[in-house]
């Protein structure tokens, strides 16, 4: 079974800095999906960036871009001059390929305070 | 576009009682997930439909929790009897498909407390 770990409960960052939260995860796949989603106070979760694993390139969403390394099985993401908005709680999942049943495994969270 | 709706959006409850929780979709969208996040973790996907048939409900305790998607569009899911340890939010999601490439889109949410 797939887990995904993020070690990091809390982070905070001052507004217009920039921060970086990160996410391990375990499987014996070489396929596979990882997403970050952000879900406010409001708890309505959204997809903030996607990355299939196949792919080399780094994805990048505006002021959000990932750290991809598939050796180490590290998904990072980096927020670039991070706004009063971007504060929620910012969730990393694994997804194995294909269709059909193969869920979304979440990490547990990590909450992101921006400070003006 | 209209987003993924639930109702009611906060329930509190006595152990042993039933509730039931509505979700209506993004028009469109054949798959649906139910997920139940416990304060403190990630979501757990409880069960997904694709149309009106069950595609996974192996983390569904299926002793307590029912769920229906009769006609393909909206659901329900049901607890009976409800547990201290069923407190969580339950979070409707649904896409286009069940590819990974098939975006979830996630409703505000059910916040269900049982004392």
């Known amino acids: 079974a797939q887990t995904v770990t993020q070690s990091q409960p809390e982070m905070s960052v001052q507004e217009a800095e920039t921060v970086t939260l990160s996410c391990t995860y375990d499987t014996s796949e070489s396929d596979y999906y990882l997403f970050w989603y952000k879900q406010p106070p409001s708890r309505q979760m959204i997809l903030v960036i996607r990355q299939e694993a196949y792919k080399q390139q780094n994805a990048t969403e505006n002021r959000f871009s990932v750290n991809f390394q598939k050796a180490a099985k590290s998904f990072s993401l980096k927020i670039s001059d991070s706004q009063l908005g971007d504060a929620a709680m910012y969730f990393c999942?694994?997804?194995?390929?294909?269709?059909?049943?193969?869920?979304?495994?979440f990490g547990k969270g990590t909450k992101l305070s921006v400070i003006p | 576009e209209a987003g993924v709706a639930q109702s009611p959006r906060y329930k509190i409850i006595e152990k042993r009682q039933s509730v039931a929780f509505w979700c209506n979709p993004i028009?469109?969208?054949?798959?649906l997930y139910w997920y139940q996040q416990i304060l403190g973790q990630g979501p757990k996907l409880l069960i997904q439909f694709q149309n009106n048939g069950v595609v996974d409900d192996s983390q569904l305790p299926k002793d307590r929790f029912s769920a229906e998607r009769l006609k393909g569009v909206d659901s329900t899911l049901k607890i009976q009897p409800a547990k201290l340890e069923d407190s969580a939010v339950y979070l409707c999601?649904?896409?286009?498909?069940?590819?990974?490439?098939?975006?979830?889109?996630f409703g505000p949410g059910t916040r269900l407390t049982v004392l």
């Open positions: 028009s469109g969208h054949a798959t």
């Open positions: 999942a694994y997804r194995s390929p294909g269709a059909g049943s193969y869920q979304l495994t």
């Open positions: 999601a649904s896409s286009l498909g069940g590819r990974p490439t098939d975006t979830q889109y």
